[in-house]
């Protein structure tokens, strides 16, 4: 299995997780929310060890050929990731809520600079731990991360995440993982 395969598993346990986590929350209850920062909310998972702090869109839009499209996507989640033999600064990944077009990227632009995102399936992160570390750096920095992205059926997406308490979930789930 290459590092892309046991990452992709990974993000869909994490999606599936969050995904639980926060209709647990609607109901009253979550089982390892451990921490909210504003837009940020913060999880913890064992075996193995695992923490991330995780937002969904203040806003999306779908088009076709340039004109609104209505879609129906799943879960649409921005994470920050720590585990065990992971980057230790943290890795970034992006569910759009449906399949990439293949061979595509998704574009995460940030305060007018632009990162390219590798697709797979339904997942988007960046190539090299070296590019997590620098879009963290950013990310820290910003207030606003817009995703645009294509679906394997033709959609264009653009995806609009607050970066409200995106640096103190960044610091709960880090510390949280080294212990």
Excluded at 117 to 144: I, Q, V
């Amino acid at each position: 299995m290459t590092s892309w395969m046991v990452r992709g598993a990974f993000c869909v346990g994490m999606a599936l997780a969050a995904t639980q986590a926060t209709a647990q929350g609607a109901a009253g209850e979550t089982s390892n929310r451990v921490a909210t920062m504003s837009d940020w909310s913060v999880f913890t998972a064992d075996n193995p060890k695992q923490c991330w702090g995780v937002s969904a869109p203040k806003s999306s839009v779908n088009t076709r050929g340039g004109k609104p499209a209505t879609v129906q996507r799943g879960d649409i989640l921005l994470f920050v990731t720590f585990r065990n033999g992971g980057n230790p600064s943290g890795e970034i990944s992006f569910t759009g809520g449906y399949g990439f077009a293949a061979k595509s990227t998704a574009t995460l632009e940030l305060d007018g600079q632009k990162f390219d995102l590798f697709t797979d399936g339904e997942w988007a992160w960046p190539k090299t731990p070296a590019d997590d570390s620098g879009l963290l750096d950013a990310l820290k920095k910003g207030s606003e991360a817009k995703i645009t992205a294509h679906s394997d059926r033709g959609t264009q997406t653009v995806d609009t995440f607050s970066l409200t308490g995106f640096t103190a979930a960044l610091a709960e789930a880090q510390k949280r993982c080294a212990k």
